[in-house]
């Protein structure tokens, strides 16, 4: 099997083999992606700035926003996009100029020129690989610190949603950069070292190396990340635990702990979601969604989100990615091998001549930015769909747990309309906009729009009422 998949990848670099012998500009080729990007998400924008000026909701949610809270959703949203727009184009500036003067090449060499000062030299491939992707990461974060600023100390708190002081923005934002050394600098050394192990024959081993690193993420990230930011407590004892762990046990899921994260600390957005191993599950509901939530409504959200482990959603997902993680390692060989693609970006000859491994790796991650942006718009695709599965799925959690176990949960069969109520809900104090344009809402939204899941939520009740009178028929 090992040798039928190199054979084919073999075959496949054949075909390819004009990356190494045909002159390329492939630099101006991704700036003119880059731009184009930068134009087309500047121009969604455009199309959806004048839904901001509407002065009422769309007919189907005008009995669930007030006047005043309407208005404020309104002018949230045209904030955000007058920000959205102009750090867009910020950041696309931003790109051209480290492509247009070749700093991704001088990155490299002031690598190589740090490691020469400790007594390294350029046989020192990874520890330099390692360097370079720090210094390119300063290199787009510094001049984007003042962005994140404005964000969060005007956008946000303008509209009362910021909860972040300026020393718990500095201690955030070191603990990131912390991270970023502790973690990314063995995951760097760790992949640099399989690729070149491996040779031509890595991309089993890259994918093996990539799942495993997953998975042990999914333990480290609630047990040793997350409390570097936020702090998880037990849930406290009470209806609201009680109902949650009746789900739980309803579902048969694999609840091991249940929590809830101080997410108020920095912002009074709110969210739930389910983390874990398949035999070890945890669920983390933040501190503002109970404060602004009824019980029921929290329930409801829960049941939506245990209908994506139900559906397996998280595997399918996971199953996607390494789909996509394969088509990515299969087609780099010719680039990783082809120093007229390196070179084509500034490179110096004598570096080209050899292309280091993460220069190649991530040149050819820029060139593949095309296609990765339609792999984005097909996840959008996926990710709705499966929000819909989610939103049924808690619809008809009575008839999916039985007659038996929805006994001992209570009345359940609302939990349709508890769903809607906390979609509402949370669209009312999150200030999200109601009114949404649709190829905006194509390329930017993995979920479907607040009147989309209502209608189809209301469209699901009536059938199940249908089906129910038809059920009460027959047996008359």
């Given at each position: 099997?090992?040798?039928?998949?190199?054979?084919?990848?073999?075959?496949?670099?054949?075909?390819?083999?004009?990356?190494?012998?045909?002159?390329?500009?492939?630099?101006?080729?991704?700036?003119?992606f880059?731009?184009?990007?930068?134009?087309?998400?500047?121009?969604?924008?455009?199309?959806?700035?004048?839904?901001?000026?509407?002065?009422?909701?769309?007919?189907?949610?005008?009995?669930?926003?007030?006047?005043?809270?309407?208005?404020?959703?309104?002018?949230?949203?045209?904030?955000?996009?007058?920000?959205?727009?102009?750090?867009?184009?910020y950041?696309?500036?931003?790109?051209?100029?480290?492509?247009?003067?070749?700093?991704?090449a001088?990155?490299?060499?002031?690598?190589g020129?740090?490691l020469?000062?400790?007594?390294?030299?350029?046989e020192?491939?990874?520890?330099?690989?390692?360097?370079?992707?720090?210094?390119?990461?300063?290199?787009?974060?510094?001049?984007?610190?003042?962005?994140?600023?404005?964000?969060?100390?005007?956008?946000?708190?303008?509209?009362?949603?910021?909860?972040?002081?300026?020393?718990?923005?500095?201690?955030?934002?070191?603990?990131?950069?912390?991270?970023?050394?502790?973690?990314?600098?063995?995951?760097?050394?760790?992949?640099?070292?399989?690729?070149?192990?491996?040779?031509?024959?890595?991309?089993?081993?890259?994918?093996?190396?990539?799942i495993?690193?997953?998975?042990?993420?999914?333990?480290?990230?609630?047990?040793?990340?997350?409390?570097?930011?936020?702090?998880?407590?037990?849930?406290?004892?009470?209806?609201?635990?009680?109902?949650?762990?009746?789900?739980?046990?309803?579902?048969?899921?694999?609840?091991t702990?249940?929590?809830?994260?101080?997410?108020?600390?920095?912002?009074?957005?709110?969210?739930?979601?389910?983390?874990?191993?398949?035999?070890?599950?945890?669920?983390?509901?933040?501190?503002?969604?109970?404060?602004?939530?009824?019980?029921?409504?929290?329930?409801?959200?829960?049941?939506?989100?245990?209908?994506?482990?139900?559906?397996?959603?998280?595997?399918?997902?996971?199953?996607?990615?390494?789909?996509?993680?394969?088509?990515?390692?299969?087609?780099?060989?010719?680039?990783?091998?082809?120093?007229?693609?390196?070179?084509?970006?500034?490179?110096?000859?004598?570096?080209?001549?050899?292309?280091p491994?993460?220069?190649?790796?991530?040149?050819?991650?820029?060139?593949?930015?095309?296609?990765?942006?339609?792999?984005?718009?097909?996840?959008?695709?996926?990710?709705?769909?499966?929000?819909w599965?989610?939103?049924?799925?808690?619809?008809?959690?009575?008839?999916?747990?039985?007659?038996?176990?929805?006994?001992?949960?209570?009345?359940?069969?609302?939990?349709?309309?508890r769903?809607?109520?906390?979609?509402?809900?949370?669209?009312?104090?999150?200030?999200s906009?109601?009114?949404?344009?649709?190829?905006?809402?194509?390329?930017?939204?993995?979920?479907?729009?607040?009147?989309?899941?209502?209608?189809?939520?209301?469209?699901?009740?009536?059938?199940?009422?249908?089906?129910?009178d038809?059920?009460?028929?027959?047996?008359?």
């Open positions: 099997m090992a040798d039928l998949l190199h054979s084919q990848l073999v075959a496949l670099e054949d075909r390819l083999s004009w990356v190494k012998t045909d002159p390329v500009d492939w630099k101006f080729y991704v700036q003119l880059s731009a184009g990007i930068t134009l087309f998400e500047s121009y969604l924008i455009m199309r959806q700035y004048p839904y901001f000026s509407k002065k009422a909701p769309p007919p189907a949610l005008a009995s669930e926003f007030s006047g005043d809270v309407f208005h404020k959703s309104q002018v949230y949203g045209r904030d955000k996009a007058r920000f959205n727009f102009i750090s867009g184009l950041r696309g500036g931003l790109e051209q100029i480290i492509l247009h003067y070749d700093l991704y001088w990155a490299w060499s002031s690598a020129s740090l020469k000062r400790f007594g390294y030299g350029t020192y491939e990874i520890p330099q690989s390692i360097v370079f992707c720090g210094v390119l990461y300063l290199l787009f974060t510094i001049p984007t610190i003042p962005l994140d600023i404005y964000s969060t100390f005007v956008l946000e708190a303008n509209h009362g949603f910021n909860k972040t002081t300026p020393g718990l923005f500095v201690t955030d934002m070191l603990k990131s950069w912390l991270l970023c050394i502790v973690l990314g600098a063995p995951f760097l050394a760790a992949f640099l070292s399989i690729l070149r192990w491996a040779g031509d024959r890595f991309v089993p081993w890259l994918m093996l190396f990539l495993v690193f997953q998975m042990t993420m999914v333990v480290l990230y609630p047990t040793v990340i997350q409390p570097l930011f936020n702090k998880l407590s037990p849930l406290p004892e009470g209806t609201l635990r009680g109902r949650i762990e009746r789900l739980a046990s309803a579902l048969s899921f694999p609840l702990h249940l929590y809830e994260i101080d997410g108020s600390k920095r912002s009074s957005h709110s969210n739930a979601y389910f983390f874990g191993l398949p035999w070890s599950k945890h669920i983390v509901i933040y501190d503002t969604l109970i404060k602004q939530s009824k019980e029921e409504e929290v329930e409801a959200v829960l049941a939506h989100e245990l209908g994506h482990w139900y559906y397996a959603h998280p595997t399918k997902l996971l199953l996607i990615s390494q789909i996509h993680l394969f088509a990515i390692l299969a087609f780099y060989p010719v680039f990783r091998h082809s120093p007229l693609f390196v070179r084509s970006f500034g490179f110096s000859s004598s570096v080209a001549a050899h292309p491994l993460m220069v190649s790796f991530l040149l050819y991650q820029m060139i593949l930015s095309p296609v990765e942006s339609l792999v984005g718009l097909f996840m959008n695709f996926v990710t709705r769909r499966f929000e599965q989610a939103d049924a799925f808690a619809t008809a959690l009575a008839s999916t747990i039985g007659p038996e176990k929805a006994a001992t949960m209570g009345d359940i069969s609302d939990m349709g309309d769903l809607g109520r906390a979609l509402v809900g949370l669209h009312r104090e999150n200030l906009s109601v009114w949404v344009d649709w190829l905006y809402s194509t390329w930017h939204h993995s979920h479907p729009t607040l009147a989309e899941r209502l209608k189809a939520l209301e469209k699901l009740k009536l059938g199940s009422a249908t089906a129910a038809a059920a009460a028929k027959k047996e008359l």
